[in-house]
């Protein structure tokens, strides 16, 4: 029998390693921020969502570009895109934010509500060429905070074979009503319906967002008969198995996959897709989201924003303000939107010069045009909590824990303790 | 507590409230729901897990031939990544086109939506949260097994006692220390585990699967308005929960020190 007990001196080795390593990673954060601080007159700090563009591409030399052009260095980090939201308020806090940053647009009442941004008045930025229902998701309180670089949105893309072998005409889809008679003819013949993302973040809300705002619901009354209305489509495309059941769980990401499958008729999805669409192993075609009662459905707007958070040295947002500019010229707002297939440019100028060279990106424009930010209305920060709710009652419903009804009421009741 | 708003978290104002966080926490309609699924999770989970992990130590202590390469193999669900082994459980539960529903089906079982009806949402995270856990509580109660001197085992069976017999009333019974550990070290790992659920269900559909750990992480980071405060009163719960039972632990071991 063996009984192995620790001596002293082990245990003493132990607990001086434990200190010494504690001791360590306690100078390593220590040394973090000031490294951070020593921002030099002539370095500018840059934070995007894109990590996916490293700094030999083109997006990467575009923007070192508009800081020569400044007669700055442009220091570019590229974080995912909720870790930059969580980035952004830490460096506020510890008073070492970047000069700019590139964010998506959901984000920018949150930080603006925080006091850490400058609005395009103080950096004297010129929107007035900008599409007003753009540029509502950065304007909180009155004042504008950003400017949008490029909008995408939802439509709905089609497999041309699937409804040609049905004999459905995708022209023809123009309500809520003709969209389910077109589902119900496609899962006749054989093939699957509509596949869309209902899971539970804030993807889910974005996807539910055109139906919900189609049928007349307002965000500020998630129980309204309309909304009910909106979640029931969802719920009976369910029931008769016009959708799959792994919507409640699918990403965007997963619907587009099921979609390239070539089983799918529909898929609820995004101008991004637009590239990987044209190389599908089968013809594709978009329509814009359907109303209730018809015509275009208003999607939500996606898509990133400029900011620029404040500088103790107010001497720095005339070369930011340079920087800004020199992104978002038309001839920028193109090179954008063709480097993020697609970004809609914001500006009717950059619109028409994108349409000049990609005529076929017509029927996003107009999607682009009728859309609507998420936390427009006046909704600011209390968009993403309302929007939490409204996920979690579509999950409820679908997944069949309560009824539409039940769920939306329950996510109302909700929502209005949490944001009075 | 403090009420860190993120306008607080950046401006470093925050207003001291009290224990207003924690009655908020608590009156919310989301806390007895994760209350329960932490509860079901967290004993199911560890229950099977020391169960299955015993069964498996008992059966290579004996030492036959490729035991060693066997329980090397099992220890597979520990060194994946857990965003690895999640996602591939995710995979294979799928309801249109999980391989799990693809061989039910080849016996003509309907459809089951594993991880998208509430009724078996919170079953298929504990069954892979299971499969996760069996190796720790192999290697920790395999290493107490060698402690346990062959010759008891071998008196005992010269006395006449089955393998049955013998397991109930040497091994278990000397195991005691080990297993109170690792039930343990069990219990606080389940209680705190986020990745395995946020990437198979992200605490849905609905609250069906969001248990305390995973509420905490959504309030603080899973939705576009970092709520802190009621995250960490969410976390400091948790932390309760787990010192209860690290001094039921103390307790126990005074008791046995004892006698």
């Known amino acids: ?420 | 507590m403090h009420d860190y708003t993120i306008r607080a978290f950046v401006q470093g104002n925050a207003e001291f409230v009290g224990f207003d966080k924690y009655a908020e926490v608590f009156g919310s309609t989301t806390f007895p729901t994760a209350l329960l699924n932490t509860a079901v999770f967290t004993l199911v989970s560890i229950l099977f897990q020391y169960a299955a992990g015993l069964a498996l130590a008992v059966f290579f202590r004996s030492g036959f031939r490729l035991s060693g390469v066997l329980r090397a193999m099992f220890l597979v669900p520990w060194l994946l990544p857990l965003i690895v082994s999640a996602s591939t459980w995710a995979w294979m539960l799928s309801s249109e086109n999980g391989i799990v529903n693809s061989v039910l089906g080849a016996f003509g079982v309907p459809q089951i939506n594993w991880l998208t009806s509430p009724d078996t949402a919170l079953l298929s995270v504990i069954v892979a949260n299971i499969w996760l856990g069996i190796p720790f509580n192999l290697v920790i109660l395999y290493s107490g097994l060698q402690n346990i001197p062959g010759e008891l085992a071998e008196a005992a069976s010269l006395d006449g006692a089955g393998a049955w017999k013998q397991f109930w009333s040497i091994t278990f019974p000397l195991l005691r220390p080990v297993s109170a550990i690792t039930l343990l070290l069990g219990l606080i790992y389940t209680l705190k585990v986020v990745d395995v659920i946020w990437v198979m269900t992200t605490g849905g559909p609905g609250n069906s699967t969001t248990t305390l750990a995973i509420w905490s992480y959504r309030e603080a980071f899973g939705t576009g308005q970092p709520d802190f405060s009621p995250a960490a009163a969410v976390g400091n719960v948790l932390i309760l929960i787990a010192l209860v039972f690290g001094f039921l632990h103390l307790q126990l071991q005074h008791r046995q020190e004892g006698s």
Not at chain 1, 36 to 56: K, R
Request: charged share 20%; glycine share 10%; with cysteine.
């Open chain 1, 1 to 420: 029998m063996q009984h192995t007990r620790r001596g002293p001196a082990a245990l003493a080795t132990t607990v001086a390693l434990a200190t010494a390593t504690a001791g360590l990673l306690g100078a390593c954060s220590a040394a973090a921020p000031d490294e951070a601080s020593e921002g030099s007159s002539d370095t500018y700090t840059w934070w995007d969502p894109y990590p996916q563009h490293d700094e030999s591409s083109d997006w990467a030399a575009r923007v070192q570009q508009c800081g020569t052009d400044a007669g700055v260095t442009i220091e570019r980090t590229a974080y995912d895109t909720t870790a930059l939201t969580n980035q952004a308020l830490l460096s506020a806090q510890e008073g070492t934010s970047p000069d700019v940053i590139l964010i998506d647009n959901p984000a920018v009442s949150t930080l603006a509500d925080t006091g850490m941004l400058s609005t395009v008045d103080e950096l004297g930025l010129d929107t007035s060429a900008i599409d007003e229902n753009l540029l509502a998701a950065g304007v909180a309180g009155g004042d504008a905070y950003g400017v949008p670089i490029g909008a995408n949105t939802l439509a709905i893309y089609y497999n041309k074979e699937v409804l040609d072998a049905a004999g459905v005409d995708p022209a023809a889809v123009t309500d809520w009503a003709s969209l389910t008679a077109a589902l119900e003819k496609v899962t006749a013949a054989g093939s699957k319906g509509i596949t869309f993302a209902g899971i539970g973040t804030e993807e889910g809300s974005f996807q539910f967002l055109p139906w919900f705002w189609g049928a007349g619901a307002d965000l500020r009354e998630l129980d309204s008969p309309e909304a009910v209305a909106a979640v029931e489509l969802w719920k009976g495309w369910l029931d008769a198995g016009y959708a799959p059941n792994t919507v409640i769980t699918n990403s965007q990401n997963t619907t587009w996959e099921e979609f390239l499958t070539g089983e799918y008729a529909f898929v609820e999805n995004g101008t991004w897709q637009v590239n990987s669409a044209a190389e599908a192993g089968f013809e594709t075609g978009i329509i814009q989201i359907p109303a209730r009662d018809g015509g275009g459905a208003p999607a939500p707007t996606g898509g990133e924003f400029i900011v620029a958070p404040v500088q103790e040295d107010a001497e720095r947002y005339e070369v930011t303000r340079q920087i800004v500019e020199c992104m978002t010229t038309p001839e920028g707002f193109v090179e954008t939107a063709t480097t993020f297939a697609y970004y809609i440019p914001p500006t009717a100028e950059g619109q028409a010069a994108l349409l000049e060279q990609n005529p076929e990106l017509e029927p996003w424009v107009s999607a682009v045009q009728d859309a609507k930010g998420r936390t427009s209305d006046d909704l600011g920060t209390d968009y993403p909590i309302i929007s939490e709710q409204l996920w979690t009652a579509v999950q409820n419903a679908l997944s069949g824990a309560g009824s539409p009804e039940e769920a939306l009421k329950a996510a109302q009741t909700e929502a209005e303790t949490a944001t009075s």
